[in-house]
């Protein structure tokens, strides 16, 4: 069959519908016939099922769709992948099954066993591995970055934090304290402020048998100065954390005051190039089990790199946790949770 290229649609007549999209889930009905996406007929050209589009095989026409649509290549490659995966796929536009008004994805992929129109799995955002990636647009997309190889890595990414907070804090009141430079000391604290609600480190290290004095972060002891547990000058320790990091500390202040709140303990990610690592239940130091979660905070505007998101997401996932970002200046505005998908 061959069909005629109008407007960015190639419309295709006689038995098409029942040929492409009542059999196989390609295009939309219209009129006589049917209209595929570029894509669509892309694909169908490249299988040999479709013979020609005003008269261009495969390679013409690929081409020329690359020419005249911005990442068209990328964007076939990955239909390619869904198709021989098994989905029914449809172009996230305006007109064909499934289009929600959303003008970010790229495909609607339905659920396994799903014609076009039904049950939908997966929302996708298809993007070169050099694309910019803007951190608020992604929650409720599934990333398909296509790499300089034409190789597919796929991310669910959803506006939910997921943690669940369970350590609950009773707190002291005005703990003798000292300012440093870049932390502070607690001295002679109630046992319970380290052992079950996990703020700061014993001065003699974990092992030690009397907590006579604790660190803390500056971001552990401005909120603990906020909430009146600790005898220091809330401002002055927000004024210390502004001269040692920046903004970034009111950032990371933002965050670790909302996870606190949420009965989260949150604890320095330094070791996984992360902000925080978190724990949602804490019992006791003593019977503390793995953290849950990474968290990297960034700012409202930020723009990932696919680079950089794949290897955030890369080592959480080997260590076992999942990567959160927060999105945050002086106050918290969203999440952004990301996790490798196998569609």
């Not at 016939?33 to 020609?52: C, F």
């Not at 647009?137 to 597919?152: F, K, R, T, Y």
């Not at 932390?183 to 700061?200: D, K, Q, V």
């Not at 606190?260 to 320095?268: A, M, N, Q, S, W």
Request: charged letters at 30%.
């Amino acid at each position: 069959m061959d069909g005629t290229l109008r407007n960015g649609v190639v419309h295709v007549a006689g038995d098409a519908r029942q040929r492409y999209f009542d059999a196989s889930g390609y295009g939309r009905p219209h009129a006589d016939g049917v209209e595929l996406a570029r894509v669509e007929a892309a694909h169908l050209l490249y299988r040999g099922d479709l013979d020609t589009v005003d008269g261009a095989e495969f390679r013409e026409f690929f081409v020329d769709s690359v020419a005249d649509e911005r990442r068209f290549a990328a964007r076939f490659t990955v239909y390619t992948d869904l198709r021989e995966r098994g989905f029914y796929c449809s172009p996230a536009r305006e007109g064909w099954p499934g289009y929600d008004g959303d003008p970010l994805p790229d495909l609607t992929v339905y659920e396994r066993g799903a014609e076009p129109g039904g049950a939908v799995a997966h929302r996708v955002l298809v993007a070169g591995e050099r694309r910019l990636l803007p951190a608020r647009d992604l929650p409720g997309l599934a990333l398909a970055v296509v790499d300089e190889e034409s190789d597919v890595s796929y991310f669910d990414c959803t506006g939910e934090p997921g943690f669940d907070g369970q350590t609950t804090t009773d707190l002291p009141q005005a703990v003798d304290a000292t300012l440093l430079d870049d932390r502070a000391i607690c001295w002679n604290p109630p046992a319970r402020l380290y052992e079950s609600a996990f703020y700061g480190q014993p001065v003699a290290g974990r092992d030690a048998a009397i907590v006579d004095a604790l660190q803390l972060s500056l971001v552990e002891a401005a909120h603990l100065a906020r909430r009146g547990a600790v005898a220091l000058d809330p401002e002055a320790v927000r004024e210390r954390g502004r001269t040692v990091e920046g903004d970034r500390f009111d950032r990371r202040l933002a965050v670790y005051r909302q996870l606190r709140d949420g009965e989260v303990v949150p604890k320095t990610g330094y070791k996984f190039g992360a902000d925080f690592r978190t724990y949602d239940d804490v019992p006791t130091v003593d019977d503390l089990s793995h953290s849950e979660a990474l968290v990297r905070v960034v700012t409202p505007d930020h723009t990932f790199h696919p680079r950089e998101l794949a290897l955030d997401v890369r080592l959480a996932g080997g260590v076992r946790k999942r990567m959160t970002f927060a999105l945050a200046d002086r106050d918290v505005h969203g999440w952004v949770t990301v996790d490798r998908l196998t569609p």
